[in-house]
């Protein structure tokens, strides 16, 4: 897909608009690259599995749908399905056929994988932490999670054609 050319009616950012997204840009993806860091490091896994195992361990019953789990997780269903795989290998997830659906199924968390997820939740909290809460005061927690909430929200459109991640 070619890019949209530049026309007279472009809306570049401003000096401020850009440094402000550029700093967004930094700090996600060293946000990201320490949490995966700290979770390979204490778990031998990635943040995407990290979250599929707390989506899992939330989950009533420890056990969810595939299409909603790819859901809760932003991620498409081929990625999902990739991630569910190896960590069925581990031994901390498994597959179940869905009763009243042939096509679908539901990623059950098993104990080894709950245990995992209870050693290795401690260490994760204390480096989102220290990441992010410590360097913020109350006041820039609460603007930052309603800023969050905003972005998201407008990147999550409810019409039916919504072009979302777990629905490709």
Known sequence: MDAA???????????DE??????????????????????????????????????????????????????????????????IARLEKNGWVRREDCPSDKRGQFAVLTDEGYEVLQRTAPGHVRAVRQAVFELLTPEQQKSLGEIMQIVAEGLQPSDAGADLPWLR
């Open 5 to 15: 050319p530049a026309t007279e009616d472009t809306r570049w950012l401003t000096d």
């Open 18 to 83: 850009q440094r402000i997204w550029r700093a967004y840009v930094h700090a996600s993806t060293l946000l990201e690259d320490h949490l995966d860091r700290q979770l390979q490091r204490d778990a031998g896994m990635p943040h995407i599995y990290y979250g599929l195992l707390v989506g899992l361990g939330e989950a009533d019953g420890r056990r969810l749908r595939m299409t909603e789990l790819a859901m809760k997780a932003k991620i498409t269903r081929s990625r999902l399905s990739h991630a």
